[in-house]
């Protein structure tokens, strides 16, 4: 299977396997009262920068607490057998903690900062948040501008670089494996639409059924960490069908 290129289009339903956190399940309760829009937002951060920047420090801090499954284990491992490019609606790093090059993150990263005044790239140290804290006054650019999360909030558009890669991975794929993605939020849940068109393998692996479940040639009802260590087994016969 040396030959055979695989895309890997993955949402929250992998990172939710490792007990990353989303907005919703908020256990302190101190983010609980705050609407979504309030801490993701660019209105959100023209308003209440040390607000939103304490925010993102604190799921910055959680998500190094946790480790990738397996399901993240075995798209890493896919390298050994097949040509393999991830594109993520992930904010996390589990993908590269487990192996996997190049990943593609459509909506940014909490592991990238820049200035919002400038664009410039942050290397900075960060600061710990071991407990959670309402307010954070980010650090200062030499600019002058505030440095901010590189995550892709409310009303902006997707990063032209990972969205043109993850069009151009799907493009030239034999198999796409959709994992853990509601198939509702757009652009990435057009992806499935390219690689049907071509004639592409198309797996879906999620619990639940979603929007691409009657089209996909093969649903997979079973977590990530359950059905992908299995899956490249089942491909060749995909592939001859």
């Excluded at 959100?44 to 998500?63: D, F, I, K, S, T």
């Excluded at 034999?174 to 939020?185: E, N, Q, R, Y």
């Amino acid at each position: 299977m040396g030959d055979v290129r695989i895309a890997v289009l993955s949402g929250a339903g992998i990172s939710a396997e490792s007990g990353v956190p989303t907005f919703r399940d908020d256990k302190t309760g101190l983010w609980a009262k705050y609407d979504p829009y309030e801490l993701s937002s660019t209105d959100g951060w023209q308003n209440h920068p040390e607000r939103v920047w304490a925010w993102y420090l604190w799921r910055h801090h959680l998500v190094q607490q946790v480790e990738p499954n397996d399901g993240h284990r075995a798209v890493a491992a896919w390298r050994d057998y097949a040509e393999v490019s991830v594109i993520t609606q992930n904010v996390d790093n589990l993908h590269e903690r487990a192996g996997s090059n190049p990943v593609h993150h459509l909506h940014g990263s909490l592991f990238e900062f820049w200035c919002d005044t400038c664009g410039s790239r942050y290397h900075g140290q960060l600061p710990d948040m071991p407990e959670p804290e309402l307010e954070k006054m980010p650090p200062q650019c030499e600019c002058g501008g505030l440095v901010r999360p590189g995550i892709v909030w409310f009303g902006e558009q997707l990063p032209d670089e990972p969205w043109q890669a993850a069009v151009e991975a799907v493009a030239t794929s034999d198999v796409l494996v959709v994992v853990g993605t509601s198939g509702i939020v757009y652009p990435a849940a057009g992806l499935p639409d390219v690689a049907l068109a071509r004639g592409a393998v198309v797996v879906e692996v999620n619990p639940e059924p979603t929007p691409l479940s009657a089209n996909a040639t093969l649903t997979i009802r079973e977590s990530a960490s359950t059905a992908l260590p299995t899956l490249l087994q089942q491909l060749p016969e995909l592939l001859t069908n």
